[in-house]
């Protein structure tokens, strides 16, 4: 055999060696998911797009790709005396929920990471360089006929360099952080072998949406549509995101893919996520890892699912998804506003207890100081309506003698009151004399409670009647609306029950379109359950001021507390409007704004939960909130509209 020949088939020989070695290493190193997920990718014709520039770090996960663990099973790790974490990662993110025991201490350090650091449960004192901040983190109250809170979650972005120690509080804390890079010191004390001397980070980072070292409230934050039944609030740091994200019951999310890395920490409720080619129950406290392009979905229970999605690194198309969401919220609430507190009834005479059904005339506000017990026992002795100067200055114009609730401005300078514990709706001024009744009677007999009111440009006004009265026996058959022409001929034009719990109304503009929420729905503890559930309705109003066509206008949000025992309450009350047809509603959740299509905008949150509220001051730019005893106002960029007779 000549030279060439041989030298020809050797090379040939090993070309098929060392081809089929690569394939062999490729196929070894290939993850064992890999071939279904490109099997599905093809199935749903899903776009596979590649991050390019990451860094390679060589750090395995503790969390197996794709499968659920709970927390629990994650090892505990004592940090320093009374200091405890789990702590898991993934590529470029790590998370470490710890937990202080009272007045326990991390001691001085300087990160090497950037940190996000939340409060969950309890407080904490918290060194930044030479300046303390105390973050703390408050539970939502159920709501009762006397106090209501809204929760609050503190937390701060620390960079990397700044000088750090936190102290728990009395109650201790429970903390939430997040570093990216990983932080290596952990993974030593975990026993991670050939762990490298640093870790690299990404080369491009991105502009964070929050400052370093400042305090933010979680629930300031917009929430952010990113699909249908899917919205969060998004927290952008240099180099990772954070999507608290809250999916609606029953939603159903289809296999897709991207290719920023996942880590998913269910908060609350249920979900089944689908993964791959298959599924799996996720609870609260579960924790699984999608790798990028990993393909994935998910179905909602009926509880609904609040998550934590940790991506990394950041995704580009929710961080634009956001500032459309800001820009269209800035349109209308401009970006330095926030609300302040006008009054505090607890520490004013005379005192306020249970505000409602602010309306604005001739410089005024004038609303109902209702009295509940803690029990929702009403006595209208204990009750007034207030004349409020935009000063914050106020004084009762009548007290004692009913316990109102919804007006408007009526006739001649004077108002229109919901006597709701009176059984009527009448005519008063703003001296508090009633100059007549109105109405006090449907099919000869009782109307129940009238809880808010809306004048037509004709002369007539629509009223809502949820019966939300002491009485055990009602005189109507349930739960309804009415109205009342300018000659006084009153029709109900809903049929009883119809609603839940009717509550808050409001005419467009233009007057052809009726709205009324729907305040309770789907409660063990109370007595009518509709088809309305958590929307806002809205109805063709006809020449005769009866209604048609009605339809779903706005779909509220639910509180976790709702959500928890499969309820549909999303205690909407009074609602405001604007000249561009924007609605404004007060709800358990805080003052929810959707624009004139029905389509959500954004949302204004405040302490305690939001009654009812108004526009007034000369430009009627100004939104008047009620809640309880206290009084709030915020600048809008929008003239609100009222029909003054």
């Not at 029990?375 to 409020?388: F, G, Y």
Request: aromatic letters at 10%.
């Amino acid at each position: 055999m000549n030279l060439k020949l041989t030298n020809r088939i050797f090379n040939s020989v090993f070309l098929v060696v060392v081809t089929f070695a690569m394939v062999q290493c490729k196929q070894s190193t290939a993850p064992e998911w890999q071939e279904t997920n490109e099997a599905l990718i093809s199935q749903h014709s899903l776009s596979v797009r590649e991050l390019t520039d990451l860094p390679e770090n060589g750090i395995a996960s503790n969390l197996e790709a794709g499968k659920v663990i709970n927390l629990d099973k994650v090892d505990s790790l004592e940090l320093h005396p009374g200091v405890n974490a789990k702590i898991f990662w993934g590529t470029g993110t790590m998370v470490s929920v710890i937990q202080m025991a009272p007045n326990s201490k991390i001691p001085d350090e300087v990160l090497s990471e950037d940190r996000f650091l939340f409060v969950q449960e309890g407080s904490i004192n918290q060194l930044i360089n030479d300046s303390a901040v105390t973050l703390a983190s408050v539970k939502r109250e159920e709501p009762d006929g006397s106090h209501s809170g809204t929760p609050k979650t503190e937390f701060v972005y620390l960079k990397k360099g700044t000088k750090s120690s936190i102290t728990a509080g009395d109650s201790g804390a429970r903390l939430l952080e997040l570093y990216s890079p990983l932080r290596l010191d952990y993974l030593k004390q975990l026993g991670i072998e050939n762990l490298p001397s640093d870790i690299i980070d990404v080369k491009n980072t991105q502009e964070p949406n929050i400052e370093f070292n400042k305090v933010y409230d979680l629930y300031d934050f917009q929430l952010t549509k990113l699909a249908e039944g899917a919205h969060s609030r998004l927290i952008s740091g240099r180099n990772t995101q954070l999507s608290f994200i809250s999916m609606d019951p029953g939603s159903t999310f289809p296999h897709h893919i991207h290719p920023e890395e996942q880590m998913m920490f269910v908060m609350r409720g249920e979900c089944d996520e689908i993964i791959l080619d298959g599924k799996a129950r996720m609870v609260e406290n579960d924790v699984v890892r999608l790798p990028g392009n990993m393909v994935h979905g998910a179905y909602i229970s009926e509880l609904g699912c609040d998550a934590l999605d940790i991506f990394w690194p950041a995704r580009a198309d929710y961080s634009e998804k956001e500032k459309a969401v800001l820009s269209a919220y800035h349109e209308i609430i401009p970006e330095d506003a926030k609300p302040e507190l006008l009054v505090d009834g607890t520490k004013t005479e005379p005192a306020l207890t249970f505000s409602e059904g602010p309306k604005w005339m001739n410089g005024k506000v004038y609303f109902s100081n209702m009295y509940f017990d803690q029990n929702w026992n009403a006595d209208p002795k204990k009750s007034s309506i207030v004349e409020l100067d935009p000063s914050g200055s106020y004084k009762n114009i009548t007290e004692g003698k009913m316990q109102a609730n919804g007006l408007y401005p009526y006739k001649n300078g004077n108002l229109i009151v919901c006597d709701m514990i009176g059984h009527r709706v009448v005519e008063m001024t703003t001296t508090g004399q009633v100059v007549r009744v109105l109405v006090d009677k449907y099919d000869g007999k009782p109307i129940d409670g009238p809880n808010d009111v809306i004048t037509d440009t004709k002369g007539g006004f629509y009223f809502t009647d949820p019966q939300f009265t002491m009485e055990a026996e009602k005189s109507q058959p349930g739960r309804a609306v009415y109205y009342v022409s300018p000659e006084g001929k009153i029709t109900r034009i809903v049929e009883p029950n119809e609603f839940a719990m009717p509550n808050g109304i409001l005419l467009s503009p233009d007057g052809k379109i009726l709205y009324i929420n729907n305040c309770y729905d789907d409660e063990s503890w109370y007595p009518v359950n509709s088809e309305k559930d958590n929307f806002i309705w809205a109805y063709d109003v006809n020449e005769d001021g009866t209604i048609t066509n009605g339809r779903q206008f706005a779909k509220l949000f639910l509180t976790g507390n709702v959500l928890d025992r499969k309820g549909k309450s999303s205690s909407a009350d009074g609602m405001a409007i604007d000249k561009m047809g924007n609605i404004y509603v007060g709800t358990y959740y805080g003052v929810q704004i959707f624009n004139n299509k029905g389509e959500y905008v954004g949302m204004i949150n405040l302490p305690s939960f939001p009654v009812s509220l108004c526009f007034g001051d000369e430009d009627m730019k100004t939104l008047y909130i009620v809640s309880y005893s206290k009084v709030y106002k915020i600048r809008t960029n929008m003239e609100g509209y009222i029909n003054y007779l």
